[in-house]
């Protein structure tokens, strides 16, 4: 079925603003308040996500799995198998229709992130749509424009801003423990063995045209004939991903942007390449990004590889005060054992008394906090405006790396989507 173009898509928010504007608010929930979702594009991230459903309903979260649609037959008939009574639909348009589908998980590949969230905004759902926002800095706009004209509830699935490590560092900031930071370094390493990609998925052999609704993947983005290989390893690809910085990089920024309060950033630079395997991958797979914060009087810097794990992943905030760290998966210099954790260290030199403390804040569970709120329509741990600012950064950084050049905000939000 045919979608409007993708200059027609974005041209047509302003226009339906005041439809969303006029959408149901606080909809009448199932029985007993029960939260009744629909999911779009349960794939690999999907499923994961529904495994969280049935633990946290396990634990007592009221809510239940009413409906599927993805553009994959294999998909639907996977979700079947664990959610038997379930609607399933090859159309998202389908499922918004459904007046008891309260709210809306998308876990969607990135480019049709936008498509999905305004759909579902207009439809009235409330949304828990999967990182990065969108594919690209008009559709992050469009999409924060359209969820501040509604009054549903939003929740970015950036979970690390649900964290115990965040809720320690947010009490170590207030407390003024770290002082004056002005710079924040964060990595994000892996390996896969040689010969083997990172990401790269094996093909079933059903992804055929005769089961996957190319049309309704493609989404606009440049027409060509099927291609098993666009459709299960997309994250490769530009025409539908940006790569590590919208995978992993963007997680890590909504850690610190939240923790700072900080705003789009003034410029980006990153520089890279496809160093580690060449498989046909358009994306880099070695990075390193600056984002500027002039009037924080801060740098942020992010960096990754796919050839070493031995630092796993990683945050410092550096103040004058103190440092505020975090790791998962480093490996232990001795042992060679992966640790993890969070902590705080003072700055003798400012704080000579300061004692070092060890993090011990538990997870909020992401998918039940947005459950919670879609109940007491309360703002979600990852609101709309981190999802935006996370991904125009995102974006920033990888039209940096793309023209080869330092970019600014300014001049980012203007380049046209077909140069991006
Ligand atoms: N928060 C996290 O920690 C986390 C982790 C992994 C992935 N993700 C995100 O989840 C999203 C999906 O990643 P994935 O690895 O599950 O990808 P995937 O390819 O495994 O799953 C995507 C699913 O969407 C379906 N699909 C494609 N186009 C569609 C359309 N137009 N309408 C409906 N369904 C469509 C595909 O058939 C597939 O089933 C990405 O945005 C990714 O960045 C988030």
Redesign the pocket.
């Known amino acids: 079925m045919a979608q409007p173009d993708r200059r027609e898509f974005l041209g047509a928010t302003a226009a339906t603003a005041a439809a969303w504007a006029l959408s149901p608010a606080a909809r009448i929930l199932g029985a007993n308040d029960r939260v009744r979702l629909g999911i779009?594009?349960?794939?690999?991230?999907?499923?994961?996500l529904l495994q969280q459903l049935l633990r946290i309903v396990d634990e007592g979260q009221n809510a239940q799995l009413v409906a599927a649609?993805?553009?994959?037959d294999r998909?639907l008939d996977d979700v079947k198998k664990t959610f038997p009574a379930i609607a399933t639909f090859?159309?998202?348009r389908r499922l918004l229709e459904m007046k008891d589908v309260d709210a809306v998980i998308i876990?969607?590949?990135?480019h049709?992130?936008a498509?999905?969230f305004l759909d579902g905004i207009a439809a009235g759902k409330d949304l828990y749509s999967?990182?990065?926002m969108t594919w690209s800095i008009a559709e992050a706009e469009a999409c924060r424009n359209a969820a501040r004209q509604s009054k549903q509830i939003v929740q970015i699935?950036?979970?690390h801003v649900s964290g115990g490590a965040f809720l320690d560092a947010q009490k170590w900031l207030a407390d003024g423990l770290v002082g004056k930071v002005t710079h924040v370094e964060s990595w994000m390493s892996r390996n896969t063995p040689r010969g083997e990609g990172q990401w790269v998925?094996k093909i079933p052999a059903d992804c055929t045209p005769e089961h996957?609704?190319w049309d309704?993947?493609l989404?606009g983005r440049p027409s060509r004939p099927f291609d098993a290989n666009r459709?299960?390893n997309?994250?490769l690809f530009w025409d539908y991903s940006g790569g590590n910085v919208?995978?992993n990089a963007v997680?890590q920024f909504s850690w610190a942007f939240k923790l700072l309060d900080l705003p789009v950033p003034a410029s980006a630079y990153m520089s890279g390449g496809v160093f580690s395997e060449k498989d046909g991958r358009e994306v880099p797979d070695t990075i390193a990004i600056t984002l500027d914060f002039p009037e924080k009087e801060l740098v942020l810097t992010w960096q990754s590889t796919f050839s070493n794990r031995h630092y796993g992943l990683s945050d410092r905030i550096l103040g004058s005060h103190g440092t505020i760290e975090r790791q998962s998966g480093a490996t232990e210099m001795v042992s060679g054992r992966l640790e993890g954790g969070h902590a705080y260290y003072p700055e003798k030199i400012n704080r000579p008394d300061g004692v070092a403390i060890k993090g011990e804040a538990k997870d909020v569970q992401h998918l039940s906090n947005f459950l919670d709120c879609v109940r007491s329509r309360k703002e979600p741990n990852a609101p709309v405006e981190i999802g935006y600012r996370t991904a125009v950064a995102a974006h920033m950084a990888n039209l940096s790396y793309r023209q080869k050049e330092r970019v600014t905000f300014s001049a980012a939000s203007t380049v046209s989507e077909a140069h991006r």
Do not use: M, N
């Open positions: 779009i594009g349960p794939g690999a991230r999907g499923r994961e649609a993805d553009v994959y998909r090859s159309d998202h876990a969607s590949p990135l049709c992130h498509r999905h999967e990182k990065t699935g950036l979970q998925r996957v609704k309704l993947f989404d459709f299960i997309w994250r919208t995978e997680h």
